[in-house]
Every structure is written in C-alpha cells, then in structure tokens.
C-alpha cells in the first residue's frame, strides 16, 4: 500500500512540477537570455569584459581596416545590451531573434577564423571555445522563444 502511495505522491509533484515549467519557460527563457547579454555587454561598455582579447582578435581578422575598433567595441557592447533588453519587452520578440541571430554568427567566427585562441587541439576547445560553443544552449532558448509567438496575419494567409 505504501509502494502505491509513494508512486501517487512522485506522479503528483512529477504533474505539479511541469504545469509550473509550462508556465514560467518562455518567461524564463526571455529573462535569461537578457542576463546574459545585458550583463557581457555592459562588461564591455565599462571594459573589463574577460572575452577582449577574442574580440579584438577577431575585429583585427574582419573588421580592422574599416572601423576603429574603440568604435566597433563600443558598438558591440551596446548592440548585446539592446539584444537583451528587446528580449524583456513583449512584442520585440522577432526584431530581438533577428539581431540575436546576427550576433550568434559573429560569435561563432573566432571557431575558424582565430583557431590559435578557440581550440588546444581538435575537438578540445580552450576556455574562449568553450565560451562560444555554449552559445548552442542560448540557440535552443531562442527557438524556443520564437516557438511560441504567434504567426502574423500575412504569415498565416499563405
């Protein structure tokens, strides 16, 4: 009779526990995503951001002879605040994924383009690889975010 219990009670918490998850995750999704690129951001606005040295190696490979890169850094550090911030206000949802989905691609440049500071050796990042590849897990977040709007009106017609 106890084993029976004990099974109902595990059920029970098992039901409670995802009715809550269901409830919280796109919330939660969008807040974690603007923790992150607030706060990496706002590093880099004030310069003490750990990953300058894989920015700066990676604007000397692309965009050196264009822009200063005081400027581009500067740029850069806003652009991840405003990510996060559009990621906390409600209908900013596509504009946020779009700039999200641009900046994921420049991130994961230093991969190829500056393998001497991302890889020890093939299939073991360094430190910064790592930084990089975990971005896989803010991806996931992002599809689900975008998972969950609506379709527009034009969208839903075709």
């Not at 190829?112 to 790592?130: C, R, Y």
């Not at 930084?131 to 609506?150: R, V």
Request: glycine fraction near 4%; include cysteine.
């Amino acid at each position: 009779m106890a084993k029976i219990s004990f099974s109902k009670t595990i059920r029970k918490w098992d039901a409670s526990i995802i009715k809550c998850f269901k409830h919280i995750y796109i919330d939660f999704a969008r807040i974690a995503i603007f923790v992150v690129y607030f706060w990496f951001g706002l590093l880099k606005a004030i310069d003490i951001s750990p990953a300058s040295p894989i920015v700066q190696a990676l604007f000397d490979h692309t965009m050196g002879p264009f822009v200063s890169y005081g400027v581009f850094y500067s740029f850069f550090a806003i652009f991840e605040m405003t990510i996060g911030i559009l990621f906390l206000i409600k209908g900013a949802e596509r504009l946020a994924l779009f700039l999200l989905a641009l900046h994921l691609i420049t991130t994961v440049l230093p991969l190829f383009l500056v393998p001497e500071a991302t890889w020890q050796s093939i299939m073991i990042p360094t430190l910064e690889g790592q930084y990089i590849i975990k971005n896989i897990l803010i991806i996931a977040s992002a599809i689900t975010i975008g998972a969950s709007l609506k379709q527009t009106k034009k969208t839903k017609a075709q």
